[in-house]
């Protein structure tokens, strides 16, 4: 139904990247490349794939996600495989602040994999695209990103360069047929969040999260909040007034 | 935090962490234990483990393979039924046996060994499991089938997540046309005329059911509908999904004597107005309150009880309207009644649920001590006709009626996981 065909997926075992890809390879896929860390995992989710779309083919490429010799290297392998209509930068991984406040490695690492790796990634498939002329580039950000909390600022301080990357890739190709799409999830109930869940906080459906994506990538929103609530939410947040937001415990 | 099972009677404290592989389980500190937990559509305490921990394997939603020669499919235990149907019914083929809800894991059907409308023609959903593969709180990993390890199997299938966790499973899938049934529902007057449609029926019909009216007492009316996939392709649009929710739970549960006599009759009344044959959807036909979301909050905060039992058929009809006489008598009840006859046939697991005879499941908003008096009353006539009770449904079946109803207990204890625990078993077997 949609001339979305060809699709690569970065970070490709995460629970919202799998349901993205499910709810694609219902539209109908001709070709996928999954990257992922782990070859084992990465085949897990291919192997998924292949039984809901038999029709579809689908190739896995393990890497290094934070040597941008090994992003080149992959980029330029899966490009090779495929001339993606879609490219989604999914992986992440939500750190614990206090840990990060406490040990610099952390920290680092925590910034590493948030920030620095999709935006190499982003970079790497930004160069393809414009020798395609087309294409649509999709990062997840976060809600955490839009404003500084005591609670997550190293988290959202990575979002929010990956926000300011995508924002800048959007000025680079404005007008061209290349769309940079930037999405920000709220708390979503995936593998990543399972420890805040036990005590108790409520969060979105992955399927919910994802159809919100999938949906905001074919109309080509270059924000996609999901659910579109947060977009309401976080507007309200970026601009309460200093006084009330510092006495806010979030 | 806390956990509810879908009777939503107690909502106590656990632990829970989502198993995100399936290649090994998490190390569990001395003492404590564990308790797989799918979809929690059980409604007594059978997936519950207060104080303890939780897996939750839901995450374990990855297909392995799908051989579209032989119809075999390999998934890992979180995967949900809804799924499976929703993507191989279009391609032909179908779960042999699902239960009345769809909303359930691979995992949690294969420990209740649910059973569906079709017993008498495919038995339950241990029937169609060729292989699966258990993951020991020791670390150890048996692959056992109705061949290979067939004790371990057979401890395993029905054995409510106490032999260890099922990781992955094959199951044999079946032909079929495509989503649509050919239905047929008739009134009914009398328990006699109720079992004359289900020895009527079955020959003819893979899917049997009634829904009986349990304020009617000694006339027991009620609607029997029958069902078989239809034939061909039919080509009607496919019904979207819609989805509603129960808001909030009120505060009084929605269900009492008053509500339900005349929504019972007004339901009868509409049913046998509307009686013959038509086609339907199979969701619409198989999981009729899957659309209404979170249906169990209408009992109100106190949570309801279900009451499953089977009762071997020679004194079947003596024991379903001697319950009737007691639930009529007691004015509680709900609109959920359910009887139906299982076939002829013995299941695979030492401890499920199915046996031949006649089986009677209903819906009671939980009042405190009246409805567990009347549960009493309803377990000395299990009790004497040689029936059990279904612990996928239970939260306070007596000792002795558990230890009479399933005799294989003792062989089932040998394959138990020592690092698992549920209220259940806690409250039934000691541990
Ligand atoms: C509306 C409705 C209709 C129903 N109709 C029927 C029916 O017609 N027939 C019928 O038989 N049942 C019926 N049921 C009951 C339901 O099918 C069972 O309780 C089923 O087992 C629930 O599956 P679950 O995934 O929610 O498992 P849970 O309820 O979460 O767990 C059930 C049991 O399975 C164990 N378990 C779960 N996953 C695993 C695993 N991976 N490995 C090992 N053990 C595991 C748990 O420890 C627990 O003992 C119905 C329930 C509802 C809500
Ligand atoms: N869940 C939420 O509430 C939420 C909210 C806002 C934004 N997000 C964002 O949404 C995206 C998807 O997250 P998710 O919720 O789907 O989480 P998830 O299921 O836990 O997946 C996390 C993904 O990141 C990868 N990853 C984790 N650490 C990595 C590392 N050090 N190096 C390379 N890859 C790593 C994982 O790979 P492995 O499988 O190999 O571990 C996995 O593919 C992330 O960018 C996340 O920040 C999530």
Not at chain 2, 213 to 220: A, E, I, L, N, Q
């Given at each position: 139904m949609s001339t979305m065909r060809k699709i690569v997926i970065v970070g490709a075992t995460s629970a919202m990247a799998e349901h993205c890809a499910r709810l694609w390879l219902q539209q109908g896929v001709d070709e996928m490349v999954l990257i992922g860390r782990d070859v084992q995992r990465t085949e897990r989710v291919a192997a998924d794939l292949r039984v809901r779309a038999p029709q579809c083919r689908i190739e896995t490429i393990s890497s290094d996600f934070l040597q941008p010799e090994a992003i080149a290297r992959t980029v330029d392998q899966a490009c090779n495989t495929i001339n993606p209509d879609i490219v989604l930068i999914a992986h992440g991984s939500l750190p614990e602040q206090a840990d990060c406040q406490q040990d610099l490695q952390q920290n680092r690492a925590a910034l590493e994999v948030n920030a620095l790796s999709p935006v190499l990634f982003a970079e790497a498939f930004a160069t393809h695209l414009e020798q395609a002329g087309q294409g649509k580039l999709v990062l997840i950000g976060s809600v955490a990103g839009d404003r500084g909390r005591k609670s997550n600022y190293v988290y959202g301080a990575a979002k929010g360069l990956v926000t300011r990357y995508a924002q800048g890739l959007q000025h680079r190709f404005a007008g061209s047929r290349i769309q940079v799409l930037l999405v920000k999830p709220g708390p979503t109930d995936t593998p990543m969040t399972a420890h805040i869940k036990s005590s108790g906080a409520k969060l979105a459906s992955v399927e919910q999260v994802a159809a919100n994506i999938v949906s905001g990538v074919a109309r080509g929103k270059m924000v996609i909040y999901a659910p579109a609530k947060w977009q309401l939410i976080m507007l309200i947040i970026r601009h309460l007034p200093r006084v009330i937001f510092n006495q806010m415990n979030i | 935090m806390k956990v509810y099972s879908w009777g939503r009677l107690s909502g106590e404290p656990h632990a829970v962490s989502m198993l995100a592989s399936a290649g090994s389980l998490p190390a569990l500190a001395d003492g404590q234990r564990a308790l797989p937990h799918g979809m929690g559509r059980s409604y007594g305490d059978s997936c519950l483990n207060p104080q303890g921990t939780l897996w939750k394997t839901t995450a374990l939603d990855h297909y392995v393979s799908f051989d579209p020669e032989s119809g075999l499919l390999v998934c890992e235990a979180g995967v949900l039924l809804r799924d499976i149907q929703r993507t191989f019914i279009p391609r032909g083929w179908i779960l042999p046996v699902t239960p009345g809800t769809q909303l359930v894991t691979v995992g949690g059907a294969i420990a209740n060994d649910v059973h569906g409308k079709n017993h008498h023609v495919h038995g339950s959903f241990g029937d169609h499991v060729r292989q699966l593969r258990l993951l020991r709180t020791d670390g150890s990993v048996i692959e056992c089938g109705p061949e290979q390890n067939a004790e371990w199997f057979a401890a395993t299938v029905g054995g409510l997540g106490l032999t260890g966790v099922i990781t992955q499973a094959c199951l044999q899938l079946r032909p079929v046309a495509g989503p649509w049934m050919e239905t047929e529902t008739c009134p009914y007057h009398s328990l006699d005329d109720f079992f004359q449609l289900a020895d009527t029926s079955e020959a003819q019909w893979e899917h049997t059911v009634s829904w009986i009216?349990?304020?009617?007492?000694?006339?027991?009316r009620g609607i029997f509908m029958r069902g078989n996939p239809a034939a061909a392709d039919i080509s009607q649009p496919e019904p979207a999904a819609k989805a509603l929710t129960v808001p909030l739970v009120p505060p009084v549960s929605l269900i009492n004597p008053l509500s339900l006599r005349p929504f019972n009759a007004a339901y009868f009344h509409a049913q046998a107005r509307k009686s013959g044959r038509r086609i339907q959807h199979y969701a619409g036909y198989?999981?009729?309150?899957?659309?209404?979301?979170?249906?169990?909050?209408?009992?109100?905060?106190?949570g309801f009880y279900q009451y499953q039992s089977v009762v071997p058929r020679h004194v079947g009809q003596d024991a379903v309207a001697a319950m009737l006489k007691e639930i009529t008598r007691s004015g509680a009840g709900s609109f959920l009644a359910v009887l139906k006859t299982f076939g002829n046939r013995q299941a695979v697991g030492m401890m499920s649920f199915p046996q031949p005879g006649v089986t009677l499941a209903l819906d009671f908003p939980n009042k405190g001590a009246s409805t567990l008096a009347l549960f009493q009353r309803l377990d000395a006539i299990v009790r004497e006709a040689g029936g059990r009770l279904y612990m996928a449904k239970d939260a306070r079946m007596p000792r002795d009626l558990f230890e009479a109803g399933y005799p294989r207990l003792a062989e089932f204890l040998?394959?138990?996981?020592?690092?698992l625990s549920s209220a259940l078993s806690r409250r039934l077997i000691g541990y």
């Open positions: - | 009216d349990c304020m009617s007492g000694s006339h027991s198989f999981y009729p309150l899957d659309n209404l979301l979170e249906w169990n909050r209408i009992y109100g905060p106190r040998n394959y138990r996981d020592p690092g």
